[in-house]
């Protein structure tokens, strides 16, 4: 999901305790200004584990921001409960046999929430202002692949009218790619490739979409209540979608609330429609419930290093490797969930992509790898890195987020294996959510510890991530091996499966062999859900969850 779609590693309370693309009874909620629960009044409760960032949509990178614009707007095309592309403002549409040329028809009479018109035009704008390098959209990247996306924000291409995005009249677009691209279909769908109205964002410059009232929808539902820092807002039935009469509920309450025992206990009291067990004595209790799902998140939970030479040491690759092979992946586990996550093999988690052949591309690229447990070969490692770099004691500082129920115990295991480095001294940060996104974003750490949800159900989602030219390459690692195998994938081989698998494979050999980044675990997320909430969507890749089929049962 590139972004920085990168969540908190409170992950289990978060949003993305999602399935494997499928429909699910129950969602994620908490209401504290109800006191009937849902099933009396068709209002969905969800809770979000941070604070709401934004609703720009050439800005926003998490996954809580993604959530409440997947329900609030709507892209070209939408999702079926499977995950494939249907129709959402364009009702058909079609491409050329070399997959360059795409055209979209969109349906008549379009509006906004506010009711302006909303037209071909509307996209045009919007891409050409997420690429934009004066809007600094950190998601710009993930338009690389649309004809001339990459010069233009690189700085190289000053028009942006020469962008491959044109309107044909008010209801048809034209997109023109430089090279095949395979998710192209399922971008469409992403909130980053949303239309905004230009009309509505041209006074508001930097204040788009600071509030739920600092943007306008063209979704399901309408964003309400936020003033961009309070904790409580909402989702309501937005009259001017096209769609408007298939939406099956009132809406849908958030609150953000941190505390996993809260929320817990107000399940427990049949006020919450499902709730996540964040906790392994959470897990140990509830493991034999009926009511309890386990969905694999398509999330993998890892750490960067500052490789911009600011930090001694962490340019020695010997040193890495040593972190690395000292890291206890499956200590780890068990501390933050019994277990239930799993061991990293890769950057991409199991159950994602598929091979050329359809097995799982994971363990095909496990083949490539050994991420281990290994502390003799790492302080043998970390004692001829240090020669290397001629030092003789290290201290680093580990950064993780404050308003997590993970982060303590994840550092907590890692400060324990890698002190028995000789001469190394770890120290451990706790920020909150916001601090560690700009933190990430700025290089204004040594080691953090930083997560990833899939955008799209292919590898690059996450391999695209470590391209030296990235925004979300926060630890500034460089390898033109690795950018050679990553614009392959995505361009020369990218209709050719076989080819392109074989490049992504390598792409994760590369990482595994430079410890670039230290993949720590996937995620796994273990839900108790009220049986009587039916019809949500969920995903785990791309924006999180579907709402507007969802009801509640009074069976």
């Keep these: 999901m590139a972004r920085k779609k990168k969540m908190s590693t409170s992950k289990k309370v978060a949003i993305a305790a999602l399935a494997l693309v499928i429909v699910v009874g129950g969602i994620f909620g908490f209401s504290a200004l109800l006191k009937n629960s849902s099933s009396n009044t068709n209002v969905l409760n969800e809770y979000l584990g941070e604070d709401m960032t934004t609703q720009d949509l050439s800005q926003m990178t998490d996954s809580y921001a993604f959530l409440v614009a997947a329900n609030s707007q709507e892209g070209l095309l939408s999702r079926k409960s499977n995950g494939s592309p249907k129709a959402g403002l364009a009702k058909s549409w079609s491409h050329s046999k070399d997959g360059l040329t795409w055209t979209f028809h969109l349906r008549k009479g379009l509006k906004w929430s506010n009711g302006d018109k909303l037209t071909a035009s509307d996209f045009v704008y919007a891409w050409q202002r997420t690429v934009n390098p004066k809007t ?56 980053v490739f949303f239309a905004q109205d230009k009309k509505f964002e041209s006074s508001l410059g930097s204040k788009v979409g600071t509030s739920s009232s600092k943007q306008v929808y063209d979704g399901p539902y309408k964003f309400v209540g936020w003033n961009g820092s309070n904790k409580k ?32 206990a107000t399940y427990k009291k049949d006020q919450l429609d499902s709730v996540s067990l964040t ?21 993998t939970l890892y750490m960067e290093y500052n490789q911009t030479g600011k930090v001694k040491g962490l340019t020695n690759t010997k040193i890495r490797q040593a972190l690395n092979l000292a890291t206890d992946r499956k200590s780890i586990s068990q501390s933050v ?17 598929k091979t050329a052949t359809g097995g799982d591309f994971a363990k095909a690229a496990a083949k490539a790898t050994a991420y281990a447990y290994n502390i003799k070969k790492a302080k043998k490692l ?39 480095l000789p001469g190394l001294t770890v120290k451990e940060k706790f920020v909150p959510f916001k601090q560690r996104l700009q933190d990430a974003a700025n290089g204004n750490f040594q080691v953090i510890l930083t997560d990833w949800i899939a955008d799209y159900a292919e590898a690059t989602t996450f391999l695209g ?39 992504e494979v390598r792409a994760e050999k590369i990482l595994y062999q430079n410890s670039a980044v230290n993949p720590v675990y996937w995620v796994n997320s273990p839900v108790l859900t009220n049986p009587k909430v039916k019809g949500i969507l969920n995903f785990s890749s ?14």
């Design 465 to 503: 991530l470590f391209t030296s030219d990235s925004p979300n390459n926060d630890g500034k690692w460089v390898s033109k091996e690795y950018d050679q195998a990553i614009n392959a994938a995505e361009s020369k081989d990218a209709l050719n499966s076989k080819a392109r698998i074989a490049d």
């Design 279 to 299: 906790t392994p004595e959470q897990i140990k209790k509830y493991k034999s419930s009926k009511d309890l799902k386990i969905y694999n998140s398509s999330e």
């Design 337 to 353: 969930s019994e277990g239930l996550d799993g061991i990293p093999t890769g950057m991409t988690p199991a159950g994602l992509a």
């Design 136 to 191: 600094a959209s950190q998601y710009a990247y993930i338009y690389s692949g649309i004809k001339n996306a990459d010069a233009i924000n690189s700085g190289k291409d000053k028009d942006l009218s020469s962008l491959g995005i044109k309107a044909k009249g008010e209801n048809t677009l034209v997109v023109t790619l430089s090279h095949p691209m395979p998710q192209f279909e399922n971008l469409m769908a992403f909130p």
């Design 382 to 420: 970390f004692a001829e890195g240090m020669k290397e770099a001629g030092l003789k004691k290290l201290t680093l500082t580990v950064e993780g987020t404050s308003d997590s129920t993970t982060s303590k115990s994840t550092l907590d295991t890692i400060q324990q294996t890698w002190e028995q």
């Design 233 to 264: 807002f909402k989702l309501v039935p937005n009259k001017n979608y096209w769609d408007a009469k298939a939406v099956k509920n009132k809406g849908v309450d958030f609150q953000v609330i941190t505390d996993p025992t809260a929320t817990l």
């Design 542 to 555: 791309g924006a999180g969850s579907y709402y507007m089929h969802a009801y509640i049962s009074k069976k």
